[in-house]
């Protein structure tokens, strides 16, 4: 039992590192980043360059490949999402077809085979008869940390109060005074650079390949529609019930686990149709 | 005296002359073809997707086979010289994505042969459009028992398949004999898709016989999702197994779920063998991923030509050109000695029965493979006889486990093919 809620709670915190640049994007661009899955791909892609073929050290080939990654992100919603005047369809649209161009990329640049990329941290720890392998760990732990940063950023930095402001009412925030093209393309940034985080740890546990994304944009989704779009703490929490259902779903039910992870997010949704944590407010200024 | 020496040298002259005359006549060049042609070889391949890893090396290793073929002269039917165009359709592994191709290669393209293949629904679209167009398939899928009636019987279709499905009865027994004589349990999972469910299913049925005459008892089995990154639900519970399990046969296991198996099972103290079927693409960056040590226990199916104990001289040296011809591409060596298993053994099926059967035409291709050993990368061919599942011909020869052995597979077993009735 101790190693299946092992299991629960580094995959719960591998989804919560997945899911967060997804929240706040959608919370600032009103739209889902289809290819935040891609995104997450290439940011290992390019973290395997610099710190494989460049010979760079672990710390500064994460740092630069967020930097890299997060700054394509910026380019990609000042000069293609933002063009599209925040239509949903549209947006989608573009979306998908960064997600192709950046799979296609990815294949044609490094092949279609699976790869390994480097850990944090190796090796396994015994609690007991449980094993628990250590790039788990580290993947639990910079999930931890990650949120935890986010979250101060939001809530006490200047800067994350003029992102809660654009998510909160854009057109108010305009009118204080807060660029918000900017910040757009800020949250857009910051939004990938998580993803680049996630897809660097997240696949060094597993493995990469150019179609990794697809999987990791459906939990991610899966994810934040249960949490509420938007929200961090939702996000958190749905990520904790979604790897309840996988995992124990997996260990006891087997194949048909996604039943049951699919199932309890309709569930929620019936009776709480915003989310764990979405908001009414959100909810009219969608009607509006 | 003299006159008896002249005439018996001349006699001497004269015989080495008519030796000498029949030499030159035999050695006198063939007549040059007068006519040229093309021969179209179409295959479907899952050239994206998560099938891709598997796909995209084989349509490669294809069009460099075609391209020493034709730097070899092409093919030479009667007075007609055929030059060989390879045409390669992403299929995607996907039932859409084969029709597509299927009637893109027939229709569009106007091939003259299909190879390659992947899932069970080529059977369908393979063999419908094969069939309308009247040209052979060469495809490598085993059908699942009971899926008959979804394909079309198709007189131009024959599944060169791979073997070890086949043989797929005699796996198991076939690595305990040929390497781990001491194996008496094994734990069975595989993933869940088409092929997964109908090798689980296979093997769930030849359990009775397995104990009985090999003394081999499953005493785990399960079904994955395709999907599943992390296999810790599944092996935690082999781990817990009260008979444990001295093998793992992940019979039908995509390379990340191959590799999370290798990396978790060593993980969690299991360290047994971890057997699957089809080939690793990459074998260092496997252990790159589960670990050097964790793939040791790796053993899988499939190997190059240049290694597999049934292939000719002839057919090894034209692997070892191929392979060649790929580091001068690409720049690196290439391992996946499957790669030539599927679209490259067809094309090479193809080829050499049309030079058997000195005809381009399709009856007579049809003919020479359903009654003549027909060489191909990995020995030669011998069509089974009628039917099985509505594909009218399979074409049996042996397969190979190997063992990750050091960052290379090695075969260690051979698994018989049946024999023909």
Same mark, same amino acid.
């Given at each position: 039992m101790l190693d299946i809620v092992a299991f629960w709670i580094t995959l719960s915190l591998n989804?919560?590192?997945?899911?967060?640049?997804?929240?706040?994007?959608?919370?600032?661009?009103?739209?889902?980043?289809?290819?935040?899955?891609?995104?997450?791909?290439?940011?290992?892609?390019?973290?395997?360059?610099?710190?494989?073929?460049?010979?760079?050290?672990?710390?500064?080939?994460?740092?630069?490949?967020?930097?890299?990654?997060?700054?394509?992100?910026?380019?990609?919603?000042?000069?293609?999402?933002?063009?599209?005047?925040?239509?949903?369809?549209?947006?989608?649209?573009?979306?998908?077809?960064v997600l192709l161009v950046l799979e296609g990329v990815a294949t044609v640049?490094?092949?279609?085979?699976?790869?390994?990329?480097?850990?944090?941290?190796?090796?396994?720890?015994?609690?007991?008869?449980?094993?628990?392998?250590?790039?788990?760990?580290?993947?639990?732990?910079?999930?931890?940390?990650?949120?935890?940063?986010?979250?101060?950023?939001?809530?006490?930095?200047?800067?994350?109060?003029?992102?809660?402001?654009?998510?909160?009412?854009?057109?108010?925030?305009?009118?204080?005074?807060?660029?918000?093209?900017?910040?757009?393309?800020?949250?857009?940034?910051?939004?990938?650079?998580?993803?680049?985080?996630?897809?660097?740890?997240?696949?060094?546990?597993?493995?990469?390949?150019?179609?990794?994304?697809?999987?990791?944009?459906?939990?991610?989704?899966?994810?934040?529609?249960?949490?509420?779009?938007?929200?961090?703490?939702?996000?958190?929490?749905?990520?904790?019930?979604?790897?309840?259902?996988?995992?124990?779903?997996?260990?006891?039910?087997?194949?048909?686990?996604?039943?049951?992870?699919?199932?309890?997010?309709?569930?929620?949704?019936?009776?709480?149709?915003?989310?764990?944590?979405?908001?009414?407010?959100?909810?009219?200024?969608?009607e509006r | 005296?003299?006159?008896?020496?002249?005439?018996?040298?001349?006699?001497?002259?004269?015989?080495?002359?008519?030796?000498?005359?029949?030499?030159?006549?035999? /050695?006198?060049?063939?007549?040059?073809?007068?006519?040229? &042609?093309? *021969?179209? +070889?179409? #295959?479907?391949?899952?050239?994206? $997707?998560?099938? /891709?890893?598997?796909?995209?090396?084989?349509?490669?290793? &294809?069009? *460099?086979? +075609?391209? #020493?073929?034709?730097?070899?002269? $092409?093919?030479?039917v009667g007075d007609t010289n055929y030059k060989l165009v390879f045409i390669a359709s992403d299929d995607k592994a996907t039932p859409d994505g084969i029709k597509a191709s299927a009637d893109r290669l027939v229709f569009t393209e106007k091939v003259n042969a299909i190879v390659g293949g992947f899932l069970m629904p080529i059977a369908t679209d393979m063999g419908r459009a094969g069939a309308t167009a009247n040209i052979p398939v060469i495809h490598a899928v085993r059908e699942a028992p009971g899926l008959d009636v979804v394909t079309p019987k198709a007189p131009t279709m024959f599944d060169l398949c791979w073997p070890q499905l086949q043989s797929m009865d005699m796996y198991i027994p076939a690595l305990k004999k040929g390497a781990l004589p001491n194996l008496k349990t094994y734990a069975l999972i595989s993933k869940d898709d088409t092929y997964g469910r109908s090798m689980m299913e296979s093997i769930l049925n030849l359990r009775p016989e397995w104990q009985t005459k090999y003394g081999l008892e499953c005493v785990y089995h399960d079904i994955f999702p395709i999907t599943a990154q992390d296999m810790t639900p599944w092996l935690s519970k082999i781990a817990a197994l009260p008979k444990k399990a001295d093998l793992i046969f992940a019979v039908s296991a995509a390379a990340?779920?191959?590799?999370?198996?290798?990396?978790?099972?060593?993980?969690?103290?299991?360290?047994?063998?971890?057997?699957?079927?089809?080939?690793?693409?990459d074998v260092r960056e496997f252990i790159k991923i589960c670990g050097y040590d964790a793939a040791q226990y790796v053993y899988t199916s499939g190997c190059g030509p240049w290694d597999y104990p049934k292939s000719s001289p002839k057919m090894k040296e034209m692997s070892l050109r191929i392979l060649k011809a790929w580091k001068a591409k690409h720049g690196t060596d290439f391992e996946f000695g499957d790669a030539f298993e599927w679209v490259a053994n067809q094309i090479a099926l193809y080829v050499n029965a049309i030079k058997l059967a000195n005809s381009v035409k399709t009856e007579d291709i049809v003919r020479v493979l359903e009654t003549k050993p027909v060489e191909h990368f990995y020995g030669v061919s011998v069509a089974s006889g009628e039917k099985t599942y509505g594909v009218r011909h399979i074409l049996n020869y042996d397969a190979v486990i190997s063992k990750v052995t050091g960052y290379e597979q090695k075969p260690v077993a051979l698994v018989p093919s049946h024999p023909v009735p």
């Open positions: 989804y919560v590192l997945l899911a967060t640049g997804l929240t706040l994007t959608i919370s600032v661009m009103r739209v889902v980043n289809m290819a935040h899955g891609n995104w997450y791909m290439a940011g290992a892609y390019v973290f395997l360059v610099l710190s494989e073929r460049l010979g760079l050290p672990y710390g500064m080939a994460l740092l630069l490949s967020m930097l890299f990654v997060g700054g394509i992100g910026m380019a990609v919603e000042s000069k293609l999402y933002r063009r599209l005047g925040g239509r949903i369809e549209p947006s989608i649209i573009c979306m998908c077809g640049l490094f092949g279609p085979d699976i790869r390994g990329v480097p850990a944090m941290i190796k090796g396994t720890a015994s609690i007991g008869k449980t094993v628990i392998s250590m790039e788990r760990v580290a993947v639990a732990a910079t999930a931890l940390c990650v949120i935890t940063g986010l979250y101060c950023f939001l809530k006490y930095s200047r800067l994350g109060k003029s992102v809660r402001a654009t998510a909160q009412d854009r057109e108010a925030a305009s009118l204080m005074g807060i660029n918000v093209k900017v910040i757009s393309s800020l949250s857009m940034g910051i939004g990938t650079a998580m993803a680049v985080i996630a897809g660097i740890q997240i696949t060094s546990v597993y493995s990469l390949s150019p179609f990794v994304g697809t999987t990791a944009l459906l939990t991610s989704i899966l994810i934040i529609t249960l949490g509420g779009m938007g929200s961090i703490v939702g996000a958190f929490i749905a990520a904790f019930i979604i790897g309840l259902s996988d995992s124990f779903g997996a260990s006891f039910i087997g194949r048909y686990h996604h039943l049951l992870s699919f199932g309890t997010v309709m569930l929620i949704l019936i009776f709480r149709p915003r989310g764990l944590m979405g908001t009414r407010v959100e909810a009219e200024s969608k | 005296m003299k006159a008896r020496g002249l005439f018996h040298g001349l006699r001497w002259a004269l015989v080495f002359f008519v030796m000498l005359s029949t030499v030159a006549w035999a /050695a006198e060049p063939a007549k040059k073809p007068t006519k040229t &042609g093309v *021969l179209k +070889i179409g #295959a479907s391949q899952p050239l994206s $997707g998560i099938m /891709a890893p598997w796909g995209i090396p084989e349509a490669e290793i &294809g069009q *460099l086979y +075609i391209d #020493a073929l034709n730097e070899d002269g $092409g093919v030479t990340p779920n191959m590799a999370m198996i290798a990396k978790q099972s060593y993980e969690m103290g299991l360290k047994v063998p971890v057997v699957t079927v089809p080939d690793l693409t």
